[in-house]
């Protein structure tokens, strides 16, 4: 079985900071790694995803991730947040042809100016 | 392009009574989601379907009803709603399963008293 773990329910980080989100996941088998934002009162929309390759994954607004295999994470960072990036931050994982992706918790980030 | 659309946009319901979340998307995906989101608990999947007449079972399927008639539409049903059920519903869809994309509607805020 595959499961998520977010370490972090909540981040406050003030602006042009950096900023760690964390994930742990844990499977049997070959995943495939997503995190996606939730502006407030909207559906999620992705941010990134990691198939395969470069452990280094880019996405939109700036963010990336990285896949760490031995240590199962794919934590989520930016160099420079924005008060606009205020958002709960999911991390996803899901498997070769199916169809039950498995989310995490979710992890507030509270940007300050 | 709409996406994914979704009604009602809230609803308030007495416990005990049926209740159909309707959800269309227009991007011709085969695959469709149903997911409860609660505060803390994240997303969970209830019911998915892979096309247009198959359905399957996610993480808290019970007391929960899904069709697939179409490619475009996929209704969640509540026969006897309880108001553990009160949650915010959100309809996804992707292209495939697996590596794709999801894609998320706005959402359904349903209250059960």
């Known amino acids: 079985a595959q499961s998520v773990t977010q370490l972090d329910s909540q981040v406050p980080v003030f602006e042009e900071a950096p900023v760690e989100l964390r994930c742990n996941y844990s499977?049997?088998?070959?995943?495939?790694l997503f995190w996606y934002v939730q502006y407030p009162n909207q559906g999620l929309q992705l941010l990134l995803k990691?198939?395969?390759?470069?452990?280094l994954v880019k996405g939109i607004n700036g963010f990336e991730a990285e896949f760490n295999k031995s240590q199962t994470s794919f934590h989520l960072r930016k160099p420079s947040v924005h008060i606009s990036d205020t958002a709960e931050y999911f991390c996803a994982v899901s498997n070769t042809g199916g169809f039950k992706t498995i989310f995490g918790a979710g992890t507030r980030l509270f940007v300050k100016a | 392009i709409a996406g994914i659309t979704q009604a009602p946009t809230s609803q308030i319901l007495a416990a005990g009574r049926r209740m159909t979340l309707r959800c269309t998307q227009d991007m011709r995906h085969n695959a469709m989601y149903w997911y409860r989101q609660d505060l803390g608990l994240g997303l969970r999947l209830i019911h998915y379907?892979?096309?247009?007449?198959?359905?399957g079972k996610g993480e808290v399927p019970d007391g929960y009803s899904v069709s697939r008639a179409n490619t475009d539409d996929f209704p969640l049903t509540l026969a006897s709603a309880v108001p553990s059920q009160t949650s915010v519903y959100f309809c996804a869809s992707s292209e495939n399963g697996g590596v794709d994309t999801q894609y998320f509607g706005p959402g359904t805020r349903l209250t059960v008293l």
């Open positions: 379907s892979n096309t247009a007449g198959t359905t």
């Open positions: 990691y198939l395969s390759g470069s452990t």
């Open positions: 499977s049997s088998v070959s995943v495939y």
